[in-house]
Structure formats: structure tokens, C-alpha cells
Nanobody, 126 residues
Framework: QVQLVLSGGGLAQAGGSLRLSCAASGRTFSTSTMGWFRRAPGKERTFVGYITWSGSMTVYADSVKGRFTISRDNAKNTVYLQMNSLKPEDTAVYFC???????????????????WGQGTQVTVSS
């Protein structure tokens, strides 16, 4: 069992930065691929990016590539989403998720993840 707790959401101006943290409990964090998703108002939840269990690979959605960075600290059981050059269209509830799967085909879709954080609101004003 893995429990995920998010922090760091809030309000930012366009062009600004925020960093989200996702702290995990349980012994499987270091062997879990961690994903980030978001749900904009009135829209479906969409993929933002993921980082593999070893931290050796990160993949991003085109909409955030070059602006967002995912990292992890396995000693602290925490994964981070650094968001720079924020845009109003980045406004959403952000989620982190964990999976033990080793099949990367599942990493960009919600159903590929077993455990989810509670979500945190990010609002970007223009």
C-alpha cells in the first residue's frame, strides 16, 4: 500500500513558478514509477509527465515540455514537479500517482497507476 500526499499548490502569476511535492509512505516508493496528471476546469484528467523508479528517465506532455521538470528523492520518498514559465492554461488540479508496473505503455494513462494523491489546486493568473 502506498499513500501519497501533495503539497505546494497555490496561486501564481503568468511567467512565475511553483513547485509541487508528493510525499509517499510505504516501502515501495523507490521501485515505483511516479506520474503527474492534471484536470483543468471542465475537462478530463490529462497526463503531465512521469519519472521512472530509478530516476533515469523522465517523459513530458508536449504542453509542458521545456517548462516543467520532474525529479525524485528516494531517500525522502518524495517526487517533485517544478513548474516554470507558468501559463493561465496550466490552471488545474494536479495529481501525483504511483505504479509498480514495468510496462512503460501504461505510464501516460491514468489507469496505469494504482495509487493517487488527493490533488492540489494550481491557479495561474494572467
Amino acid at each position: 500500500q502506498v499513500q501519497l500526499v501533495l503539497s505546494g499548490g497555490g496561486l501564481a502569476q503568468a511567467g512565475g513558478s511553483l513547485r509541487l511535492s508528493c510525499a509517499a509512505s510505504g516501502r515501495t516508493f523507490s521501485t515505483s514509477t511516479m506520474g503527474w496528471f492534471r484536470r483543468a476546469p471542465g475537462k478530463e484528467r490529462t497526463f503531465v509527465g512521469y519519472i521512472t523508479w530509478s530516476g533515469s528517465m523522465t517523459v513530458y506532455a508536449d504542453s509542458v515540455k521545456g517548462r516543467f521538470t520532474i525529479s525524485r528523492d528516494n531517500a525522502k520518498n518524495t517526487v517533485y514537479l517544478q513548474m516554470n514559465s507558468l501559463k493561465p492554461e496550466d490552471t488545474a488540479v494536479y495529481f501525483c500517482a504511483a505504479t509498480q508496473s514495468r510496462d512503460s505503455a501504461w505510464y501516460k494513462i491514468s489507469v496505469g497507476y494504482n495509487y493517487w494523491g488527493q490533488g492540489t489546486q494550481v491557479t495561474v493568473s494572467s
